[in-house]
Nanobody
Framework: QAYFVESGGGLVQPGGSLRLSCKSP???????????MAWYRQPPGKQRELVAS????????NYADSVKGRFTISRDNGKRTLYLAMNSLRSEDTAAYYC??????????WGQGTQVTVSS
């Protein structure tokens, strides 16, 4: 069973919206609730980059400058699920999107990711 199961990606036109989900089926609730979580993305031919992060209770969020004001990260700890609402999508948002812990020292094995393609 994977540590992370991402879903919700797809093909969308510029200006469109998508909502990504990431479930953590292997992590027990008490552990999930104790970590900052994050979304990452890897555009074609480029390195993986941090998109957004959120503290355990959701009180603090941080975003890459490129997505600030357009993306919203949230989490439902009871469901061990992380979300990323993406609005006003641009072609440069095209990437495979992944979730993991926010601290690189605590990374768990990466999931399959979910592909987001923004194109007309």
């Amino acid at each position: 069973q994977a540590y992370f199961v991402e879903s919700g990606g797809g093909l969308v036109q510029p200006g469109g919206s998508l909502r990504l989900s990431c479930k953590s089926p292997r992590t027990i609730l008490s552990v999930y609730n104790s970590y900052d979580m994050a979304w990452y993305r890897q555009p074609p031919g480029k390195q993986r980059e941090l998109v957004a992060s959120i503290t355990p209770r959701g009180g603090t969020t941080n975003y890459a400058d490129s997505v600030k004001g357009r993306f919203t990260i949230s989490r439902d700890n009871g469901k061990r699920t992380l979300y990323l609402a993406m609005n006003s999508l641009r072609s440069e948002d095209t990437a495979a999107y992944y979730c993991n812990r926010a601290d690189a020292q605590s990374f768990q094995p990466w999931g399959q990711g979910t592909q987001v393609t923004v194109s007309s």
